[in-house]
């Protein structure tokens, strides 16, 4: 580790003196990109994170956001939290534990806030699905996120998968934890009083992590998978459980005055972020820190990022019950310092290792001034399409196929909350509390952005929400993992910039309020930079619990709602084919859209909502039919079945009327056919007809379980 020389001037002309060893290390960690968001933070201003829903928004571990209230009975208002993260770099090189300790991460971050969690997304991107390599990264990563999720008893509930070549170098783990708190038992990451105690609990402090925050924010060299396996962390998901377990306890008992997960930067982020958002100091003997290793060094101590561990500020009189609770559990229990005046103090073996403003260390980090380069649209150029040909090979592409390889090995049910499964367009998850259903999104699409960074990302905020509506609910807010290369490329940093305002403007059309999130840069290898990637979780709500299904019931009136458009950017179509073309224009009005679909979804004469997306109408048709339901539709041309413009929506139903009615002036409403009871898609396109039956459906979506069972 090396700070550089010109922090490194900055640094000494602030402390009046050349910083320690210790100090150094510490500086570089939380002034580098993944801590101080030096190159994206002047970006984050796009976003809007302010509503009536809002308890907590953007600068603590998760965000908190207030539930309507549909049973009128709680004396207490509901809150969810939302937190997202990334561990991109770590789960390139050893994908098993990279992947684990990301859900393990986000999971304290949940605790700190006094939430417990319910759900976890993982959104996945890998390179191309041919390569061995990739096969390899991805059977690690869900492994990993399977093993801690299942073990900690946190159902993974939803997420996605997708594959580019230009991932092959950097896969990108994005994960999302969604947690129930109310109002009384809310706590967040700012010291409340000079003189109250800093508690650690958890596991023991060991040497594994040290320098994740620096690794992270960095190119992935050649040699990374060996060279830079000491940066990785290792869980323990196990003890996250006891953690998770006497976190409820010490928040029941009104023991915890703030609280700060050890996770990017150690025991030093931690702790120096914790008082210097309250405006406090600390002072903190680092002997006292429970250790796992022996001779460990100050550095060392201060820096690594062994798992499973919290810093709690507690009031002196309550660490003794505090430590019994911890005890109960077999945590570690450490009293490491206290809250204080000034500035933040390390102290090792009687000598002052650390001893700097924490304003400075935890926020000091000047931000990076770069240039850009706007990205351009490519020139159409489509080629002649072969109906048949082109609907098998779109309806069989691993981003498109069926994911159930993958969520299959997550406990997608355990706490009993989870009302729709994985599988359909979003989760839907019973918050009995409040009498309302939560539903949830996550993704992106990388050859959207890929395509065109401002309106792909305009588009994955959309997508997101027509997910929710689908199952008849309204978004309520949004967190956010922006992924990018490396920014000191101008045509880099170019797409990135796109992204951000992409879904900055969408959010704000939608109403739906950004909360929080996370930023990755940098994943950037010798195979080149990452698509541009606007990872988002959104969270809507509804009355009650039922959804209606993505399947067809086999009884009513096929109705595609939404506008269409005639262009096939970013489309997997072009990516099975060949060619190039613009992106889809997105509707004008997505708000007005979403808000309809909610409404007609929840209708009683509606019988199944299925959102339109990747593959467009050929994948969604597809996803529709069942052994027991199938239908008979017509399309006009290849293109209306091909191109991918979200917010749009196939209704079965029983009134088209009704549906009719409802979207007059909001969006165009086309009745494409009849559902059918013969589990056949008979499909007519501009005179080519397909016969395609549920049997042939499943082979061709289940390309992931076959080559990887």
Aim: aromatic fraction near 6%; hydrophobic fraction near 40%; charged fraction near 25%.
């Amino acid at each position: 580790m090396s700070l550089p020389d010109s922090d490194r001037e900055l640094v000494t002309a602030e402390l009046g003196r050349d910083p320690t060893s210790t100090e150094a290390a510490l500086f570089e960690n939380l002034w580098s990109e993944h801590c101080a968001y030096r190159s994206s933070r002047p970006l984050l201003s796009a976003f809007s994170s302010e509503g009536d829903q809002v308890v907590v928004g953007p600068g603590d571990d998760a965000a908190v956001v207030r539930l309507p209230d549909n049973d009128g009975e709680s004396d207490s208002e509901t809150y969810v939290t939302m937190g997202i993260e990334s561990h991109n770099h770590p789960s390139y090189v050893d994908p098993y534990d990279g992947a684990a300790t990301g859900v393990g991460g986000i999971v304290r971050d949940t605790l700190s806030m006094g939430a417990y969690p319910i759900a976890l997304t993982d959104s996945l991107y890998f390179g191309g699905f041919d390569r061995e390599h990739t096969r390899y990264l991805l059977d690690g990563v869900v492994e990993g996120i399977a093993d801690y999720g299942n073990a900690i008893g946190v159902p993974t509930v939803g997420g996605s998968v997708e594959f580019h070549d230009d991932y092959e170098g950097n896969p990108l783990v994005n994960v999302a934890c969604v947690g129930l708190v109310d109002e009384e038992r809310l706590v967040t990451a700012e010291a409340q009083a000079a003189g109250n105690k800093l508690v650690l609990v958890g596991n023991a402090t060991g040497r594994d992590g040290l320098g994740g925050a620096s690794f992270a924010s960095e190119d992935l060299a050649e040699d990374a998978e060996t060279e830079d396996r000491p940066a990785v962390q290792v869980g323990d998901p196990y003890s996250e459980k006891l953690l998770i377990e006497a976190n409820e306890d010490l928040i029941d008992a009104g023991l915890i005055q703030s609280a700060r997960d050890l996770g990017a930067a150690g025991l030093g982020g931690a702790s120096s972020e914790l008082v210097a958002k309250g405006g406090f100091g600390a002072r903190i003997d680092l002997d006292r820190v429970h250790q796992r290793e022996p001779n460990m060094n100050p550095l060392e101590i201060v820096l690594a990022e062994s798992q499973e561990r919290m810093c709690y500020e507690v009031r002196p009189e309550d660490v003794d019950a505090v430590a019994d609770i911890a005890e109960r559990y077999d945590l570690g229990c450490s009293v490491i310092g206290e809250v204080s005046e000034g500035n933040y103090v390390c102290r090792f073996n009687s000598e002052t290792v650390v001893d700097v403003p924490p304003e400075f260390l935890a926020d000091g980090a000047p931000m990076n001034d770069l240039d850009s380069v706007e990205p351009t649209q490519p020139e159409p150029d489509r080629p002649d399409v072969d109906v048949e040909s082109a609907f098998e090979a779109v309806v069989s592409a691993p981003n498109t196929a069926s994911k159930r390889w993958v969520y299959r090995q997550y406990d997608h049910e355990v706490g009993a909350r989870t009302a729709l499964l994985p599988g359909d367009d979003a989760a839907v998850l019973a918050i009995r509390e409040a009498g309302t259903g939560l539903t949830i999104s996550a993704g992106a699409v990388p050859a959207w952005t890929d395509c065109a960074p401002y309106d792909g990302a305009r588009a994955v905020a959309l997508e997101n929400a027509t997910n929710l509506a689908a199952k008849g609910a309204t978004p309520l807010a949004a967190v956010d993992c922006l992924n990018g290369g490396n920014p000191e490329k101008p045509d880099v940093y170019g797409g990135f910039k796109g992204i951000v305002d992409g879904l900055a403007d969408m959010c704000r059309d939608l109403s739906v309020p950004v909360v929080g999130g996370n930023v990755s840069l940098y994943n950037d290898s010798v195979a080149g930079p990452i698509p541009p990637t606007p990872t988002l979780a959104m969270v809507g709500a509804k009355e009650g619990y039922d959804a209606p299904p993505a399947a067809f019931d086999g009884e009513g009136t096929v109705l595609l709602v939404g506008d269409e458009s005639d262009a096939l950017g970013g489309s997997e179509l072009l990516a099975q084919v060949g060619g190039s073309d613009r992106f889809p224009t997105l509707p004008e009005n997505a708000s007005d859209v979403v808000t309809t679909l909610a409404s007609v979804a929840d209708a009683d004469p509606t019988l199944a909502v299925h959102d339109v997306s990747n593959g467009g109408l050929a994948v969604a048709l597809a996803e529709m039919v069942t052994a027991e339901s199938g239908a008979d539709v017509a399309v006009e041309d290849p293109v209306a079945l091909f191109e991918e413009t979200p917010g749009r929506a196939i209704v079965e139903t029983t009134d088209p009327d009704a549906v009719e009615e409802a979207f007059d002036g909001v969006a165009p409403v086309t009745t494409l056919g009849e559902a059918t009871e013969d589990g056949t898609l008979s499909l007519s396109v501009d005179g080519t007809k397909l016969a395609v039956d549920a049997e042939t459906i499943a082979s061709l979506r289940d390309v992931l379980a076959t080559e990887l069972d």
